[in-house]
């Protein structure tokens, strides 16, 4: 069965950084492109960045480029995501997801929250 | 960016009822539109992928049309497990944007 568990959610202040990761199981995690997607509380999905099988190509939504890093451990089954220069706006359930084209397993979530 | 927009942004219907959401592209995207269940509190869930394909443990009750700019999801027959909101995603290019969503009330 297919588990997806994000960790390293929390509290930071603006400027602050973070790093979430998802631990996958259950399917063969390199051969698949991995995504997150964030939802600020009350709002829509916003995907946030995608990965490649083997990390070659990474894509980012513009208003993350440059602040934040998608990065994977293939032999650790796992998915990262560092993010600097956190600002509120930043704040969201963080999901991960398995796939680049579409997301047929996801995480429960992990909350970021950006306040001082 | 590909902007996607759906309608209505919230509907009210009965259980047995036949409801149809659409989303929209603002360029074509082919086929590569997908549309995810989220119930609050709970991470979405994939219901169609590829415009029209089902996936699996998915209710035949749910359908996916469409291609190029215009697609819609339809739900045959509302049941009460049903009351969620929907969002279509467009996987042409990154960013790989979502639409606003469609929150469906019984």
């Known amino acids: 069965e297919v588990h997806l568990v994000e960790s390293g959610g929390g509290l930071v202040q603006p400027g602050g950084s973070l790093r979430l990761s998802c631990a996958a199981s259950g399917f063969t995690f390199s051969s698949y492109w991995m995504t997150w997607v964030r939802q600020a509380p009350g709002k829509g999905l916003e995907w946030v960045a995608n990965?490649?099988?083997?990390?070659?190509?990474?894509y980012y939504v513009d208003s993350v480029k440059g602040r934040f890093t998608i990065s994977r451990d293939n032999a650790k089954n796992s998915m990262y995501l560092q993010m600097n220069s956190l600002r509120g706006e930043d704040t969201a359930v963080y999901y991960c997801?398995?796939?680049?084209?579409?997301?047929?397993?996801w995480g429960q979530g992990t909350l970021v929250t950006v306040s001082s | 960016d590909i902007q996607m927009t759906q309608s209505p942004s919230s509907l009210s219907a009965s259980v047995g009822d036949r409801v149809t959401i659409t989303c929209r592209a603002s360029q074509s995207i082919s086929s590569y539109l997908n549309w995810y269940l989220q119930k609050p509190g709970r991470a979405p869930k994939l219901l169609i992928y590829?415009?029209?394909n089902l996936q699996s443990g998915v209710p035949s009750r749910f359908s996916g049309s469409g291609s190029g700019t215009d697609f819609t999801l339809t739900i045959s027959s509302l049941q009460p497990e049903d009351f969620a909101t929907y969002f279509c995603?467009?996987?042409?290019?990154?960013?790989?944007?979502f639409g606003q969503g469609t929150k469906v009330e019984i």
């Open positions: 995603q467009q996987t042409y290019s990154a960013p790989r944007t």
């Open positions: 590829a415009a029209s």
């Open positions: 990965i490649k099988q083997d990390g070659s190509e990474k």
């Open positions: 997801a398995k796939g680049g084209w579409y997301f047929d397993y």
